[in-house]
């Protein structure tokens, strides 16, 4: 999540934010429903599909930019469409395992939005040192001790808000760029 111009003029879609952030949101996916969710099920099929999805949209989108131009909107409208799907797959994954769902505005979601991860590794490391920062006699002030599943799928939430966000963006600009709005 580096600091790469919201639609590049070249470069190709590597460089877009929300392919970056959308393949980030892929790997951390493909890694929480490997752990939580039962392989082979179709809540897994389904979580791990809408993430392709989105990244394969954005990217095909920007690949057919001009040929006809609206199909890099309607892509882009697409890929926004799945990642939203599978933010409300991790919700309900929380729901339904009685865990709760961060506050838009929770100190952990903006921790991990200022950590700027580029990778499932730098995501990981962040769910677990949020996992072992757990009130303790040196530190009563500290936050009790969340699960690993409630981080992780909080994390994914905040990483499919930020995706969105920067899809949301990117669609105002190809609605301004092809005057559809």
Not at 24 to 41: A, P
Request: charged content about 25%; aromatic content about 8%.
């Amino acid at each position: 999540m580096s600091t790469i111009p919201l639609n590049p003029d070249h470069g190709g879609y590597r460089e877009l934010k929300s392919f970056q952030v959308a393949r980030l949101l892929y790997d951390v996916t493909v890694r929480f429903c490997n752990r939580y969710i039962e392989k082979h099920g179709q809540i897994h099929d389904r979580m791990v599909q809408f993430a392709r999805s989105g990244v394969e949209n954005i990217a095909e989108g920007y690949r057919t930019a001009g040929d006809p131009k609206m199909n890099e909107l309607k892509l882009t409208l697409e890929a926004r469409s799945y990642i939203a799907e599978l933010r409300g797959d991790y919700e309900d994954f929380l729901f339904q395992n009685n865990l709760p769902i961060w506050p838009h505005d929770d100190w952990r979601r903006k921790s991990l939005m200022n950590r700027q991860c580029s990778s499932v590794d730098e995501v990981a490391l962040w769910v677990l040192r949020k996992h072992k920062s757990q009130p303790s006699k040196h530190n009563p002030s500290a936050p009790a001790q969340a699960s690993l599943p409630e981080i992780s799928a909080n994390a994914a939430i905040t990483l499919t808000i930020v995706a969105c966000n920067l899809l949301d963006r990117q669609i105002s600009a190809l609605e301004k760029r092809f005057g559809t709005k």
